[in-house]
């Protein structure tokens, strides 16, 4: 069983796979353990900060069932390594946080004759299915042929997400890996499971395969790992697009700081800018921002500043430029 990302998902999906008795997992993640992600990542401490997440789950997959395979690869799961990567096991469980990995962890199951039990969250709801066009379900690119414009889906460090949420759905992808691993129940197949924790309700959609899907329809045009950053517009940081935090005490004296957070972020850190305006409505206000000097943008990690400062460089500000790391990343080296 590969399970693609240690995080909200991934954590507590292993945590079950491995009491379930499941001999051998793979994991695949490249980030550190990190303090602000523990309310959702269940499968580590405080003791594991600042530790690969692949090492600081074999230890904890281990000690809960020392028969159990773990084999940890710190690396991204990107075009070059995908299919190599999951050439070897039965499963793929996807617990990535954002859409080249998603896109690319359903093509990589249509090649590889392999399910892939997809979950996702967003804020306060969920949703689960597995795709497997193999065994007559409809792969991802099926349900999203296209991903949506970059940066209209903030991912959880941004937008926040509900702890418990991400408890649930990767306790129910796990449950899914289970069924299909000894051939109990009625897998998720050709249906999705939505989860609204607000109202504690429920929902199941109906999924049908789409005959013209480019990668599992009658007629595929993509047959091999493509550039998905590329298919899903994140665009390569330009090497003077950002500026670094540690520069910001400078950059203040000659700069226009623009802040483009939402407004309940603000309580939650406070800078103090020369003008906020949320990033969504920047475009419509770009009269009311000076010509005279060079502009900063900033959010809290720094994508949605990235997204702005190359709109205002599109519109006549040239010098626009985004903080590097957003204001997590200065509050951190204060």
């Known amino acids: 069983m590969l399970v693609l990302g240690a995080g909200g998902l991934g954590s507590p999906a292993l945590l079950y796979l491995a009491a379930a008795g499941v001999g051998r997992l793979g994991v695949v993640d490249p980030d550190e353990v990190s303090l602000s992600n523990l309310q959702r990542q269940v499968l580590f401490d405080t003791t594991r900060i600042g530790q690969l997440k692949t090492e600081a789950a074999c230890d904890r997959l281990l000690a809960l069932y020392p028969e159990c395979t773990v084999e940890a690869r710190a690396e991204a799961f990107t075009s070059a390594n995908a299919l190599t990567l999951a050439a070897d096991y039965d499963l793929i469980l996807d617990g990535t946080d954002n859409f080249p990995s998603r896109y690319l962890a359903s093509d990589t199951g249509v090649w590889l004759g392999k399910p892939v039990i997809y979950g996702s969250i967003h804020r306060f709801e969920g949703q689960v299915s597995v795709f497997a066009p193999h065994l007559g379900a409809p792969c991802y690119r099926c349900m999203f042929p296209v991903p949506p414009p970059p940066g209209t889906v903030p991912d959880c460090s941004t937008a926040g997400v509900l702890g418990v949420l991400a408890g649930l759905i990767g306790t129910l992808q796990a449950g899914e890996a289970v069924k299909l691993i000894t051939g109990a129940g009625t897998p998720l197949l050709g249906r999705m499971l939505h989860a609204d924790m607000l109202g504690t309700r429920f929902r199941e959609f109906r999924l049908r395969r789409d005959p013209a899907c480019p990668v599992c329809g009658e007629n595929p045009s993509i047959t091999e790992p493509v550039d998905y950053a590329f298919f899903c517009g994140v665009a390569p940081v330009e090497p003077d697009l950002e500026m670094p935090a540690a520069r910001l005490a ?70 626009a430029a985004s903080l590097h790391g957003g204001l997590d990343a200065l509050h951190t080296e204060a």
């Not at 700069?255 to 990033?279: G, K, Q, S």
């Open 250 to 319: 400078d950059i203040r004296r000659t700069h226009f700081i623009l802040d483009v957070r939402e407004p309940w972020e603000h309580a939650l850190l406070p800078f103090t800018a020369d003008r906020w305006i949320p990033w969504q409505e920047v475009g419509a206000q770009l009269e009311s921002l000076p010509m005279d000097r060079p502009i900063l943008t900033v959010c809290r990690i720094g994508l949605r500043s990235q997204e702005t400062a190359r709109l205002l460089r599109h519109r006549g500000h040239p010098s």
